[in-house]
């Protein structure tokens, strides 16, 4: 069985920024999409939950897939100096323009792209504890 490795980052925003954020998540994972050549992760998941002390915020999380954590960085960090991702990274500098803290560090936006990555962290999975589907035992 193959180990999971995640790359999990997060930031708080308003909730009034929410359509803004997601449409432009939305744009930058069609341009890696159309480009999977260049990114090294099998999966991405996006996910919101507000903010118990302030209900005009929510938290916003992604969590990237992958096999190979390394692999996976490195692509990013490539990607991240070629010329057609340029426009592609002026829409993260966006999103994350609206990001009010990032929930796993603190980085600036004014350094660029590969140093927002080192907001990302890095979890492995306990194989031995997955659960495909509930009821069915995987081997």
């Not at 069985?1 to 998540?25: C, P, R, V, Y």
């Not at 099998?42 to 897939?65: A, G, H, L």
Request: aromatic letters at 12%; charged letters at 25%; zero cysteines.
């Amino acid at each position: 069985m193959k180990t999971e490795q995640l790359g999990i980052s997060g930031f708080k925003a308003k909730k009034a920024d929410h359509d803004e954020i997601e449409h432009g998540f939305r744009a930058v994972l069609d341009f890696e999409e159309a480009h999977p050549d260049l990114y090294q992760y099998s999966s991405t998941r996006y996910y919101t939950r507000p903010v118990p002390e302030n209900p005009e915020e929510e938290y916003w999380m992604f969590i990237d897939s992958s096999y190979d954590y390394a692999a996976y960085m490195a692509s990013l960090k490539a990607a991240a100096q070629r010329p057609e991702t340029k426009e592609m990274q002026a829409l993260i500098g966006k999103v994350f323009a609206h990001a009010d803290g990032f929930l796993t560090g603190d980085a600036s936006l004014s350094d660029g792209l590969p140093n927002l990555m080192s907001i990302i962290e890095h979890w492995t999975e306990v194989p031995s504890l997955r659960v495909e589907e509930m009821g069915k035992k995987q081997g």
